[in-house]
């Protein structure tokens, strides 16, 4: 994986989103962050922290490895929500001068 910066949004391994908000921390594991869970009641975010390489544990394949980062434009859906809410606006409003 290439470089993992602070602010951008990735995906583990299992599929879930996690927020870096520190890439400078001591010890074995600098990178600081949140990761979504979504396994239970309510949604929340978890405290976790990686390996300079986005590594859970060393040399093992891990659920938690960050593997992939998100396109500026996931925003968990909301992008693609307010897109279409804001389409259906403009549908709405063409109907109301044509008729």
């Given at each position: ?38 396994g ?35 925003n968990?859906?909301?992008s ?20």
């Open positions: 994986m290439k470089k993992i910066e602070v602010g951008k949004e990735y995906k583990t391994r299992d599929g879930k989103v996690v927020k870096i908000y520190a890439t400078d921390g001591n010890g074995r594991y600098p990178i600081q962050g949140a990761m979504l869970n979504t239970g009641r309510w949604d929340h975010f978890i405290k976790m922290t990686w390996m300079k390489d986005g590594s859970f544990v060393k040399g093992v394949p891990d659920q938690q490895d960050i593997v992939t980062k998100l396109l500026p434009s996931s968990y859906g909301v693609g929500i307010m897109r279409k809410i804001v389409a259906i606006i403009l549908l709405i409003l063409l109907f109301v001068i044509i008729y």
